[in-house]
Every structure is written in structure tokens, then in C-alpha cells.
């Protein structure tokens, strides 16, 4: 392991990984993406995703690819019209697939249902007229707010056929949280259920809505699904789902709209301030999302079962459960539960009832998996599985390699796909059958997409350097600003290296000697010891290969000599044994990071805890740590998925066996 200087870098590159995995010969015969794509795509940007652009149905054809002369707001497709619903469902019934499963739908409670894509149609078609009914037409807001069922995604569907923007917003969130998305974007409709299950039990979710609703004037009308059958409050503005739309008539003629028309809004949250309301818009958007299911997932309609275990709340649930792989007329597992419900092995009993063929979920959910043990996956058939994909954080190496064992049948390709919210769709990642993967590394931008690692300077950095990840092109996805605040959109995004009119992604990554990237998580998270600039990442995957961690999260907490010193929080793994946590495990483990990545990363201090704060989607909240390792009063959780996972840490610590 090496260690590199650190001066003058943007950011030190510490931890290096010297495991490759080649597709195998099978894999690469088969596989949909071929070398020559990166070639095609160099050779010709522009007609490269003309002919991505063909995978569409597209009413009227575009005149020009890509107007970029208002930048930073792009126009693709210009000219071209389309119905992006047509797209991911009555398409694929005219050309005689209407009794293809679409979505294999596993409720929690055991329940489950099989939707063809003839009764998508239907489906879809009935809500359409429904929300048409209602007076929402193009440009109107919708929100939706919806348990994992299928009747979120026919709304969404419902929406994109009428024109509507959905604005999907994550059923765990607040009242409040609610409210304030609603009166953002004046939505005129909300779609809910009564009730979601959690983790075995129905929980009411309407009294939210009503709360919101209450205070959101815009608000029309709320469709309720029954789901539960909680007894709820009944509002003037309420009706319900199963009385509106499925008195409707199942037919409905797709009308086509602009390639820039305005699909959906989908709020993520900046560090401080209001969530931004991420705008995206219609014919760059899809062409991006189909284009990467089928390459980056080496996706075969007519054999794969695909699942994707996100929630429809996160833009994974938008571009790999709904978009992506609908207008590529997959056969799918959505799920609506927790994975530890009934049991442990939940997931993987569902791969092997439906034979899941492509699983993509998320390194916290792979570094849980870890925790709860290995004997769990082994007791189920995993042997239908032939592609892994992983998104949301940087995948820590070890993490890697326990999925492409544990879960790959150590066969399987793992993709490591970094995006964003705002990009629409993957960006960077390998491409199986044509890339060796690299464990923990998300390697190379995809053919048709401009990704560099730069200094800040906005140069970019050589092989071996750190640095901040900008994106230097503009591309078919990409977000089309934040929903009423263009000066935001411009200040957050393209002010950072406005010079070189780079996107500025707001992450820090590296290139190692291969030129492959390496995403070292949010800037504002990186460390700064004796004037090393030292990323999380890299410190919390070195303590994550030994063998008693199975989570870790790091902190940077000030230092009197140092200027910030490196404080860890870790989970121990499931059997890891009593004296995993004692002081000379402690001692063990600071070692072994200064051996892997060298003694200035060595933690100050580590502690073991039960769990960490993360966020509803996963991401581990590191501001609160910070708090925690500089004893000050924990800041704001509420947009954490557990609040109460602060007192157990801080609980734990008060025991006072910690620290070293
Ligand atoms: C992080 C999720 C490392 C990154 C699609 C990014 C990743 C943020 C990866 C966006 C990955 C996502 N490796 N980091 N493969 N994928 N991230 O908007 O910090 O929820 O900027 O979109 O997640 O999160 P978002």
C-alpha cells in the first residue's frame, strides 16, 4: 500500500487496490455493450446519442441533437415529440408483449400480484383518464406519496402520459417535509394510500397527508389508495383510489409532447437550506435512462428478471425501477418491504422465487447484509443471478468483494455505478463483459459522457492524483435546473468551475495509475490532518477489510496539534465475538489502517457503536458524528431515517469503552 505526498493536491490519494476481475469469455460473447462502443461514441458525441435516441418511439423526429448555446441549460432532442408512457408500456403491447410480465410485485405481508404489460396498459390508461378527469393536464403537479405498490407506478406512468409532472416524494418523510415539497411546486393533486407496512405492521400514512394538505392551499384533490385498510380520516378534497379510477374507461390514446417537456420534479436535499426541486424533462431523460439499462445491466428482455431495491421516493426508483427499465420492456421484482422482514434472508428468497437474474441495491444495504452474516444468502439459490449493481455511496472494497462472493456466486460482475439526482441517470461505471472490474471502484465514464477529476484549478489531475469530480459535457439526461431558482441552479452546480463551464458534482474522487476514478465521497465531508486532505472513504473501507468490521463511518473532529484528527465510528460484524470491541481490538484495528493506508490516517480515536445515523436513503450523516467526536450538542435530525440511533451512540459512548 502506498502513500502518496499530499502537497498541492486537492486531495491526498491514499488506499490502493490491486485486485482486477476480467469478464469472463461467456459473459463478454454475450453481452449487449461491446468495446467499439467507447469508440463509436469519441469518434461522433453527437450521433452517438442520435442513435441512442432510436431506442424511442418518437412521434415527430428531432432537427437538432443538442442545443447547448443557453447553457447551463440544455435542450436535447430539439424538435422531436414523444409520450414517454407510449414508451415504457403500450409499445411493447403492440409489438406483441402484452403478456410479458412486467412487474412481479412482492408485497410484505406475503401478498403479491403479477402485472402483464397488457394490464400495465390498462392500468395505466385508467389512471390517465382519471387524473384527466380531474382537469390535470399538462405542466400540472402532482404528488405522490405512496408506499412500494404498483399503483405508485401507475401514477407516475399516469402522470408522464398526460403530461402532468410527478413529483414523488419518499413515504417515510414528514408531515412537514411533505408540505413543504407540496408548496414548492404548488401541486394541485396528491396521490397516497391509507397505511404502509413497516417492518410487519400496517402504519397509518394519510394523517400526514392530512396535516400537509391542511396547510398547502394548491392542493385540489388527494386519491387515496386502499393498502391497509387503516380506518382513516375522510377529507372533502379525499376520494378514493378503487371508486375513481377503476370506474374509468381502460383505454386512452397517448398524446405527444415536446422532447423538453417537463417530466417530473424530485427533491434532494442540499447540506443547508430548502430541498431543491430537481427539474428533468422528457426525451433526453428516457433516452439516457433505456440506453444505460441496457448496457450498463446487459439487460435481455426476454429472459432477465431484474430488481432494482430502491424506493420509488430516490431517483433510483425513478430511472432504474420505473424509466429505465419499463421503456426496455424488462421483466421486474419490485418489493415493497424491509429486507429483515419477516426474516434476514427476505431478499434473497426472493431471488430465488423469481429467479432474479440482475440485482442493484445499495453498499449500506450490502454492509448490513455483512453484519447479519454470510450463512444467511448461502441458504438460498442464488444461482439465477449473473449481473450485481451497486449505487448510492462509494462501495467499499471489501464490501465489493463480499457481494461478488457472497451473493455473485464469485462470478457474477459487479457495476459500480456513480450518478446523482441531478444527472439523471448512471454516469460512470464499468461495462460488464467489456471492463475488468475493479472492487471499490466505479472506474470509467460511459461512452457518451465526459466525467475528469481536476485540481482547483480545474485542471485535471494526473494518474495517481485526487481531486474534485466535474462532468465537462453536457448530457441527455441531465437535470434542467431547480424548480423556480435558476440563480441557485447556476451557483450550486456551475459556479464551482465556471471558467471551464464544468458541472461541478460536488464530489471528490481520484484517478489511480490505470486512470480509472474513484469516488471519495462529498468534498464537505474530507478531512484535513497536519494539511493531508485525507477522504472518508478511503480511511472507513481500510477499517471495513478487517475482518471483525462490517461498517464504518469517519470524521474529521478539530485537533490541537493536527488541525483535524481522524475519529471513527464502527459496527462490528455479525460473530466478530465478544472481545471484537476491546481495548486491544481497538488497538488492532487503528494499526491496521496505518498499515493499509499509512500512519497519518490512523484514527485518534474509534469507537464501536450499534448502528449509524444515515439518512432515509442510506447515506451515512456524518455531520452528526462530527458533533459526536467534538462533544457538541448533535445538530438537526430530522431528515434521518432512525432519530433515536443518535442516543444509542451517544449512549454508548457515556459506557465509555471506546476509546483506545
Ligand atoms: C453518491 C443517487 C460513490 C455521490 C443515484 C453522489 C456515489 C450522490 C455512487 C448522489 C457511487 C452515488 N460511488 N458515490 N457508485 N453513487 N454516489 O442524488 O456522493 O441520491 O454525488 O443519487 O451519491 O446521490 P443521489
Known amino acids: 500500500m502506498t502513500q502518496s505526498p499530499g502537497q498541492g493536491q486537492a486531495l491526498d490519494n491514499l488506499l490502493t487496490e490491486s485486485r482486477t476481475f476480467p469478464p469472463s469469455d461467456e459473459f463478454a460473447a454475450q453481452a449487449n455493450a461491446q468495446p467499439a462502443l467507447y469508440e463509436e461514441a469519441k469518434a461522433d458525441r453527437e450521433a452517438f446519442w442520435a442513435k441512442q435516441a432510436e431506442r424511442l418511439h418518437w412521434d415527430t423526429k428531432w432537427t437538432q441533437v443538442l442545443d447547448w448555446s443557453d447553457a447551463p441549460f440544455a435542450k436535447w432532442f430539439v424538435g422531436g415529440k414523444l409520450n414517454v408512457a407510449y414508451n415504457c408500456v403500450d409499445r411493447h403491447v403492440e409489438s406483441g408483449h402484452g403478456d410479458q410480465v412486467a412487474i412481479h410485485w412482492e408485497g410484505e405481508p406475503g ?137 374509468q374507461s381502460d383505454q386512452h390514446t397517448p398524446e405527444a409532447f415536446d422532447a423538453e417537456h417537463p417530466l417530473f420534479i424530485l427533491y434532494t436535499s442540499g447540506t443547508t437550506g430548502k430541498p431543491k426541486g430537481i427539474l428533468h424533462t422528457s426525451g433526453g431523460y428516457l433516452t439516457q435512462a433505456s440506453y444505460t439499462q441496457h448496457h450498463v445491466f446487459d439487460l ?54 423469481y429467479g432474479v437474474s440482475i440485482y442493484y441495491t445499495a453498499p449500506t444495504l450490502i454492509r448490513t447484509f455483512m453484519k447479519w452474516g454470510a450463512e444467511i444468502p448461502a441458504k438460498f439459490d442464488l444461482s439465477s443471478l449473473r449481473v450485481l449493481g451497486s449505487v448510492g455511496e462509494p462501495i467499499n472494497p471489501e464490501a465489493w468483494i463480499w457481494y461478488r462472493e457472497n451473493v455473485g456466486g464469485g462470478k457474477a460482475p459487479i457495476v459500480d455505478t456513480w450518478w446523482q439526482t441531478e444527472t439523471g441517470a448512471i454516469m460512470i461505471s464499468p461495462l460488464p463483459g467489456v471492463v475488468s472490474t475493479k472492487p471499490g471502484s466505479a472506474q470509467r465514464p460511459l461512452p457518451g459522457i465526459g466525467a475528469k477529476v481536476v485540481n482547483d484549478e480545474g485542471v485535471e489531475v494526473p494518474h495517481g492524483g485526487g481531486g474534485y469530480l466535474v462532468l465537462d459535457e453536457p448530457w441527455p439526461s441531465m437535470l434542467r435546473g431547480i424548480w423556480g431558482d435558476e440563480e441557485r441552479y447556476r451557483e450550486t452546480y456551475w459556479s464551482r468551475f465556471a471558467e471551464q463551464g464544468f458541472y461541478f458534482a460536488g464530489d471528490g474522487a481520484k484517478y489511480d495509475d490505470d486512470g480509472d476514478i474513484w469516488l471519495l465521497g462529498r468534498v464537505d465531508d474530507v478531512m484535513n490532518v497536519s494539511g493531508h486532505r485525507i477522504s472518508t472513504t478511503e480511511v472507513e473501507s481500510a477499517l471495513v477489510s478487517h475482518p471483525t468490521v462490517a461498517e464504518a463511518a469517519v470524521v474529521g473532529a478539530s485537533d490541537a496539534t493536527t488541525g483535524q484528527g481522524i475519529v471513527a465510528f464502527v459496527i462490528l460484524r455479525g460473530g466478530a465475538g465478544s472481545d471484537a470491541g476491546g481495548a486491544d481490538a481497538i488497538k488492532r484495528l487503528r494499526d491496521h489502517v496505518a498499515k493499509e493506508i499509512g500512519p497519518i490516517a490512523k484514527p485518534r480515536q474509534i469507537m464501536v457503536v450499534p448502528e449509524l445515523p444515515k439518512t432515509r436513503s442510506g447515506k451515512i450523516m456524518r455531520r452528526l458524528l462530527r458533533d459526536v467526536a467534538e462533544n457538541r450538542a448533535v445538530g438537526d435530525v430530522t431528515t434521518l431515517a432512525d432519530s433515536s440511533v443518535m442516543d444509542l451512540i451517544s449512549a454508548g459512548l457515556q459506557s465509555g469503552k471506546s476509546e483506545d
Open 111 to 247: 401478498d403479491s400480484r403479477a402485472i402483464t404489460y397488457g394490464e400495465l396498459q390498462r392500468e395505466v390508461s385508467k389512471a390517465a383518464n382519471a387524473l384527466t378527469s380531474l382537469g390535470i393536464g399538462a405542466e400540472d403537479r402532482v404528488a405522490i406519496y405512496m408506499p412500494m405498490i404498483p399503483e405508485a407506478i401507475f401514477a407516475m406512468l399516469a402522470c408522464a402520459r398526460v403530461g402532468a409532472m410527478h413529483s414523488v416524494v419518499f413515504g417515510g418523510f414528514s408531515a412537514e417535509a411533505l408540505r413543504t415539497r407540496i408548496e414548492d411546486s404548488a401541486c394541485r393533486l396528491v396521490i397516497t394510500t391509507d397505511g404502509q407496512y413497516r417492518r410487519g405492521t400496517p402504519a397509518p400514512l394519510k394523517p400526514a397527508v392530512d396535516e400537509a394538505v391542511a396547510g398547502a392551499p394548491s392542493v385540489e384533490k388527494v386519491i387515496v389508495v386502499k393498502r391497509t385498510d387503516t380506518e382513516v380520516a375522510w377529507m372533502d378534497k379525499d376520494v378514493w383510489w378503487h371508486e375513481l379510477v377503476d370506474s
Open 300 to 353: 435481455k428482455p426476454d429472459t432477465d428478471v431484474y430488481w432494482c431495491t430502491a424506493d420509488i421516493g430516490w431517483v433510483t426508483g425513478h430511472s432504474y425501477i420505473v424509466y429505465g427499465p419499463l421503456s426496455n420492456r424488462v421483466t421486474q421484482v419490485v418489493y415493497e418491504g424491509t429486507p429483515n422482514t419477516p426474516h434476514e434472508g427476505r431478499h434473497w428468497e426472493i431471488v430465488q422465487k
